[in-house]
């Protein structure tokens, strides 16, 4: 620790509070027009439509920790219910929250390498270059990089971001602990260690990495008898257990391990298209390899960020583009274990050393956090940026052990070089996310955006037509709806959309033909039926009508509309006890409902 002695020789602009404070202030600007990015893509399904969130402070008893009612991601989900509770659905709240969240990430990134430098393997490196500058722009690097938006501006990712926070938190008590002078200090950071693996893991599957990075770091940068470290280890270590037993326990699929990214909804009562990609564990394997190399491409040259890859699909490892993606993939972790080594094998006064076992750390961490999403789990979507997020920390540190290695035996001026150099990459870098979050604050710019560099694929045209509807652009979103049914002909969400504006325009018959596409291609769609059911009935064919209301009732329960439709046709075919009996259900779902009170009224006085 830094003594009254060595501070005052210390110049200001090397504090550790000053670092801390340019992280915080350069986080809040590159993000400072992040708050008006509105809700989008399954925002939707996980926060806005996530009864949870609204529901958790009227029924505590339906919302458990544990149990069959119990989420996986309870710490996540809890966020976003204080963010309703506070300000509702504004969506300020949540990007505050969630920038908060982002910037002590950064903040702990920076404390971690601080505390690496301390270890015992560093005791001996008395560097040139600066601990706290490699730390900083490893710091400033996770806080700027623009691939960092989707898991920042995209709200719900906030699964994501947090689990990075809670796993950083974690790994520096953690390392702390092991500096502590006092045996209650000692207990302090390490309680508060397993406490923080147990946050991350009820926030989102990645943190099952965590303790795994615990172990690297212990094994790299500590030293002591074999035996107590093992001991020290252990509790971390079986924190893993953490998971899989959440998932015997619950047994529930609504907190399943994979959240599918799915469309966003169009409908009151919405339902969803999950674009499963049906690959095997190998297929999904041999197609993580050339995305690992994606999203080392992203990290060094962040353009064309996207939110919805159409990414291809490899299902032979003998793809020209799998085997190359892998001997690449290779060398990397090669040259990790090299390094490793290398790190071993030179003595205390090779400055080499120090760098090159950093350099293993950061490669080691980067493929072990990615493990998760990027191995044999397959998961509907097989890229997404956000998930570069806890694997990047990685990622920089490496890069800036890379930079350690070259000028740490320079002379002053090549060392300032390197310092402007790196200052004029943040600043890039900042102007970057400044830009991407522009295209994330209206939705139909960051649909546009994504439908050009995915124009092949079905789901962002789908939502762009959505967004062109809402902003009353209705040729523009019946070429969208189009666009999107020649890409995917069974997208039977698409084939809704459009029978909903022929039938808007008057143009009944292609509405009529539309909406018996959405039913073809998906018989349990309840709006579809209930679209249909419309339309026969304006048309006087009441047995048809009746039907389909009655499928879309018997397919969700609680649908008013289709209730209601099928109360007053009832009443149309005399039927009206029938018809008491459809406003009696729409009441029961939505008890202040007032076409449903007044028929009710109306029927019993013509009764009497």
């Known amino acids: 620790m830094e003594t009254p002695e060595t501070k005052k020789t210390t110049p200001l602009l090397r504090q550790p509070i000053v670092h801390l404070t340019i992280i915080a202030v350069v986080c809040i600007i590159v993000y400072s027009n992040s708050f008006k990015a509105p809700f989008m893509f399954d925002d939707y399904t996980n926060i806005i ?42 969506v300020w709240g949540f990007h505050a929250f969630n920038l908060i969240v982002h910037v002590l990430s950064a903040m702990l990134v920076y404390w971690l390498i601080t505390l690496i430098f301390r270890t015992p393997f560093f005791k001996a490196y008395l560097p040139t270059f600066g601990n706290d500058i490699t730390a900083l722009f490893t710091a400033l690097l996770f806080a700027v990089h623009p691939v960092h938006t989707s898991a920042v501006t995209y709200i719900v990712q906030r699964y994501t971001s947090l689990a990075t926070l809670f796993c950083l938190i974690s790994l520096v008590a953690y390392v702390q602990s092991r500096f502590a002078g006092s045996r209650a200090g000692r207990y302090m950071f390490y309680i508060l260690s397993l406490f923080s693996i147990s946050l991350a893991m009820k926030t989102k599957e990645i943190s099952i990495t965590l303790p795994v990075i615990i172990v690297m770091t212990e094994l790299l940068f ?40 799915i469309v966003e909804p169009n409908t009151v009562y919405s339902t969803f298209i999950v674009s499963a990609t049906g690959l095997t564990p190998f297929e999904y394997l041999l197609t993580q390899f050339r995305v690992i190399i994606t999203y080392l491409r992203l990290l060094f040259v962040p353009v064309g960020l996207n939110l919805d890859y159409d990414y291809p699909v490899f299902r032979s490892f003998f793809m020209p583009e799998v085997i190359l993606s892998f001997l690449v993939i290779s060398s990397i972790l090669a040259s990790a274990l090299y390094m490793l080594y290398r790190s071993a094998a030179m003595t ?47 990622f920089f540190i490496a890069i800036m052990s890379v930079v350690v290695w070259v ?20 600043v890039t870098l900042s102007m970057m996310t400044l830009l991407r979050n522009e295209v994330w604050a209206d939705r139909i710019r960051l649909w546009e955006d994504t439908a050009r560099k995915s124009p092949n694929k079905a789901r962002p045209h789908h939502n762009l037509g959505y967004d062109y509807i809402i902003r009353g652009r209705i040729a523009d979103a019946e070429r969208e709806y189009k ?41 349990d769609f309840a709006v579809a039926h209930n679209n249909l059911g419309t339309i026969y009935d304006e048309r006087g064919q009441l047995e048809n009508a009746a039907a389909h209301y009655r499928t879309a009732i018997k397919l969700q329960p609680d649908y008013i509309d289709a209730h209601l439709n099928l109360g ?16 009696q259900s729409v009441l029961k779902y939505a008890p202040y409902n007032d076409e449903a009170s007044d028929k009710l009224r109306a029927l019993r006085g013509t009764r009497k």
């Open 348 to 394: 205390n006064e090779n400055h080499g050393r120090y760098a090159a076992r950093l350099y293993a750390f950061g490669i080691l961490w980067f493929f072990t956090a990615l493990s998760v999403e990027s191995s044999v789990i397959p998961i509907n979507d097989v890229i997404n940026e956000y998930r570069l997020y806890y694997p990047s920390v990685g």
């Open 568 to 583: 007053n046709l009832m009443i149309k075919a005399n039927q009206l006890n029938d018809a008491v009996i459809e406003f």
């Open 483 to 523: 666009r999107a049914t020649i890409l995917d002909p069974k997208l039977f969400q698409a084939y809704n959309d459009l029978g909903n504006i022929y039938a808007s325009q008057g143009r009944m018959d292609e509405a009529l033909n539309a909406f018996k596409k959405a039913v073809q291609y998906n018989p």
């Open 222 to 261: 500590f030293e002591g008898n074999l035996l107590k470290r093992i001991r020290y280890l252990l509790p971390s270590v079986l924190m893993i257990l953490n998971i899989p037993v959440s998932l015997i326990i619950t047994k529930s699929s609504n907190s399943a391990v994979i959240n599918a990214n």
């Open 49 to 90: 439509e996530k009864s949870e969130i609204s529901d958790i402070w009227q029924n505590k008893n339906n919302y458990s920790i544990i149990g069959p009612k119990a989420n996986r991601r309870f710490v996540a989900m809890m966020s976003f219910a204080l963010n309703y509770k506070l300000h509702g659905m504004d």
């Open 407 to 426: 000028v740490e035996n320079k002379g002053k001026r090549e060392k300032v070089y390197a310092v402007t150099l790196f200052a004029g990459i943040i």
